[in-house]
C-alpha cells in the first residue's frame, strides 16, 4: 500500500471525527507491508478524553506488540509533542503526516532522532483542519494545551 | 502537600498496579496548591492497552482542562518520551519524580525545556521497579518499547 493510500484511511478517520462534533485528527499503524493494524481519531470530546489523539487512538487500536520498528505511523497532521513522543519511545520506524501547514509538531525532532519523515502536503487534510480551527478555536487550543 | 505526600499517592497507584499483576508505576496530577486532580497506574495487562501508561492515566482521570501550566504531575519512575511529550505539549508546569534509577527518561529534555523537575530518589519506588524487572523483563522492555 502506498503512502497517499495509507493517508487516505487515517483522513477517513479524520472525518469520523469531525462528523461526531470532535477534533477532525485521523491516524492509523500500518506494518512496513501495508497491513492495517490500528486505526482511529481523536477522542477528546466523544469520549470526555483529553488522552485519546489520533495517534495514540491507532496505537492502542493496534493493541500489544513486543516491538514497533517495522510499522509506520499515518496521521493527517504533524504529531504533537504527545504523540511524537509516543512514536520515539516505541521505536516506530517511519511516519507519514497528511500536513504540517496547520500545525507544526515534533517532527523535525524525530528525523534528528533517526525516524523516517514523509510530508505529503495533502490538501484535503489541510481544508479539515483550516475549517475546524476557524469553527471551533478554543476547542483546538484546549487540544495541544495552549491558551 | 508535600512532595513527599504527593508522591505517596503514586506509589499507591504502583502497588495496586504489582497487585493487580501489571507494570507498577503509578502516577497522578495535582494543582500547584496539592489539590489531587487525578491518579492513576500503567494499565498494559489489565486493560491489554500499551497507551495507558501511569502518567497518561493520571491524564487521563483528571479530565479535560483548559490548560495545564498551574499543574504538577508526580510519577514513581523517569517518565519515558511518550510520557515526558505529554508533559511538554500540555504544558505541565513541574513534574516530581520518584525515582530516575532503573529507567532514565525525559526529564533532562523536560528541564531545558523550563519544566520544574524534582527527583526524590524514594528507595520504595526503586524497590518496586527492581523486583519487576527481575521478575517481569519481558514485560518491561515491551512497556518501553524495547526487545
Not at 481519531?41 to 500489544?64: I, K, L
Not at 505511523?73 to 511524537?84: A, D, E, Q, R
Not at 512514536?87 to 517511519?94: A, E, K, L, P, T
Request: negative net charge; contains cysteine.
Amino acid at each position: 500500500m502506498d503512502d497517499k493510500s495509507m493517508l487516505a484511511i487515517a483522513r477517513e478517520e479524520a472525518i469520523l471525527g469531525r462528523d461526531e462534533g470532535g477534533v477532525p485528527i485521523g491516524a492509523a499503524l500500518f506494518t512496513a507491508d501495508g497491513e492495517l493494524l490500528g486505526r482511529g481519531h481523536n477522542r477528546r470530546v466523544q469520549d470526555d478524553d483529553p488522552s485519546m489523539h489520533a495517534e495514540t487512538a491507532a496505537f492502542r487500536a493496534a493493541g500489544r506488540r513486543p516491538h514497533y520498528r517495522d510499522t509506520v505511523m499515518v496521521t493527517t497532521l504533524s504529531p504533537c509533542w504527545y504523540c511524537s513522543g509516543l512514536v520515539r519511545q516505541f521505536g516506530i520506524g517511519r511516519v507519514v503526516i497528511g500536513e504540517a501547514e496547520t500545525f507544526h509538531g515534533g517532527h523535525d525532532w524525530l528525523a534528528e532522532h533517526g525516524v523516517a519523515i514523509s510530508v505529503l502536503g495533502d490538501p484535503a487534510c489541510v481544508a479539515l483542519m483550516r475549517e475546524f480551527i476557524a469553527a471551533r478555536p478554543e476547542l483546538w487550543f484546549e487540544d495541544i494545551g495552549k491558551d
